[in-house]
């Protein structure tokens, strides 16, 4: 089974809907990160968090909320969504030590389509 | 923004020919990163050099860093047509968060 996982997989939704995007992971890793990533771009951080009460807004956090749920879970809201808000959302895990990253892990990822 | 920026943005070689893709970043970092995407699947990550270090081997794969410069390079040898990818930098300079370039699309041609 893969270590990090997100539902659904794909998802059409239309504007003004609110949507939630899962992930699980079953590494143990106390960090957790929410991307999203438009066609050509690199991906850009919503949000992270380093354990369940310790969540940070990344660099694109307008528009999205999370929820740590426990370790292993981790949630990305989009409260009304939009249409600019049509992208690939990944999620991906990361186990720290000491004073630098360490290697992310990610999840397949979830199309998000907003008509 | 502190993104790193991959050069070429796309290249598109012969099986058995050598790419190299470069990333340049703005600021000092912790280490550098970098990952393979696959198209519209999840990034995997291929290799991990630190500030400290200025090159690192694994399999195919190549990566120097130069600080002074603030670039990096990835080789990889002898491609094959299942390296076909968006090939990733990601830098890491705070808090642990990574940063990640815009990619270089890379074409392994049979």
């Known amino acids: 089974d893969a270590d990090v996982t997100q539902t659904p997989r794909n998802r059409i939704t239309k504007t003004g809907k609110r949507i939630m995007l899962e992930c699980s992971q079953t590494?143990?890793?106390?960090?957790m990160y929410w991307y999203r990533q438009d066609p050509g771009l690199g991906l850009r951080l919503i949000y992270y968090?380093?354990?369940?009460?310790?969540?940070n807004k990344g660099e694109i956090s307008d528009g999205y909320s999370v929820s740590r749920q426990a370790q292993a879970k981790f949630s990305l809201s989009l409260e009304s969504a939009i249409p600019n808000q049509t992208a690939l959302y990944f999620c991906?895990?990361?186990?720290?030590?000491?004073?630098?990253?360490?290697?992310?892990?990610f999840g397949p990822g979830t199309r998000l389509t907003v008509l | 923004s502190q993104q790193g920026e991959e050069d070429p943005q796309a290249l598109s070689i012969q099986e058995g020919e050598n790419a190299t893709m470069n990333c340049s970043y703005k600021t000092s970092i912790n280490n550098l990163q970098w990952y393979r995407q696959n198209s519209g699947r999840g990034l995997v990550h291929l290799i991990l050099i630190r500030s400290n270090e200025r090159e690192k081997h694994s399999g195919r794969l190549r990566v120097t860093l130069d600080t002074s410069k603030k670039s990096s390079s990835l080789l990889i040898t002898a491609s094959r047509a299942a390296d076909t990818a968006s090939y990733f930098c990601a830098t890491d300079y705070s808090r642990a968060r990574l940063t990640f370039g815009e990619g270089t699309q890379l074409t392994v041609n049979p």
């Open positions: 991906a895990t990361s186990d720290y030590r000491g004073g630098s990253s360490d290697t992310q892990y």
């Open positions: 968090s380093f354990d369940v009460k310790d969540i």
């Open positions: 590494k143990g890793h106390d960090r």
